[in-house]
T-cell receptor, first 114, second 113 residues
Framework: EDQVTQSPEALRLQEGESSSLNCSYT??????LFWYRQDPGKGPEFLFT???AGEEKEKERLKATLTKKESFLHITAPKPEDSATYLC???????????????FGKGTHLIIQP | DSGVTQTPKHLITATGQRVTLRCSPR?????VYWYQQSLDQGLQFLIH???????AKGNILERFSAQQFPDLHSELNLSSLELGDSALYFC????????????FGPGTRLTVT
């Protein structure tokens, strides 16, 4: 069972057409939710970290929000250069009490057409 | 540029061989994480080292191993390579071991023929 689910898998928008990407998670004990942007053949680029429900972060045309079971990445008036795959990742507390790697969703492939 | 460096950028090798991937974390970061990205599995966490010590293991095969050296660079060793090991391998680093953001390197593309 997937612990992190992103939707939609792909999204095509016109330049200037705002939308939202969703990331839902099913495991309790969240120790951080992270959004990354990945361009083809490159490493994920860090965008935001959210730690608690109600928290919001903004950067240029992007705004990330967090509830108890999901996060949204809102894209306002996107431009073609915003085209990329957006990855959501979570870090869970585990019984060992220490750190763990990130659990990633499969991403949303976003295309912004001029 | 995240400040994390990885070498080599590309690697082509044959089945059954062994390769070593290298990663240098951002200046000041003590944690190094290794991830594998394939088309069908997405990004999968392999292993985490903090200041030279192994801290956590994810979906890492027994044929794979890693270490972090005193200068904090890390190496991922992949042996008895199979066709299915072809993937992008990323290294990421962070300041500590708690819920800090991880910064990813550019990756090594491994092709096993």
């Amino acid at each position: 069972e997937d612990q992190v689910t992103q939707s939609p898998e792909a999204l095509r928008l016109q330049e200037g057409e705002s939308s939202s990407l969703n990331c839902s998670y099913t495991v309790s004990g969240l120790r951080g939710l992270f959004w990354y942007r990945q361009d083809p053949g490159k490493g994920p680029e860090f965008l935001f970290t959210l730690y608690s429900a109600g928290e919001e972060k903004e950067k240029e045309r992007l705004k990330a929000t967090l509830t108890k079971k999901e996060s949204f990445l809102h894209i306002t008036a996107p431009k073609p250069e915003d085209s990329a795959t957006y990855l959501c990742a979570v870090r869970f507390a585990y019984s060992g009490g220490g750190a763990d790697g990130l659990t990633f969703g499969k991403g949303t492939h976003l295309i912004i057409q001029p | 540029d995240s400040g994390v460096t990885q070498t080599p950028k590309h690697l082509i090798t044959a089945t059954g061989q062994r390769v070593t991937l290298r990663c240098s974390p951002r200046s000041g970061d003590l944690s190094v994480y290794w991830y594998q990205q394939s088309l069908d599995q997405g990004l999968q966490f392999l292993i985490h080292y903090y200041n030279g010590e192994e801290r956590a293991k994810g979906n890492i095969l027994e044929r794979f191993s890693a270490q972090q050296f005193p200068d904090l660079h890390s190496e991922l060793n992949l042996s008895s390579l199979e066709l299915g090991d072809s993937a992008l391998y990323f290294c990421a680093s962070s300041v500590g071991t708690a819920a800090y953001e991880q910064y990813f390197g550019p990756g090594t593309r491994l092709t096993v023929t």
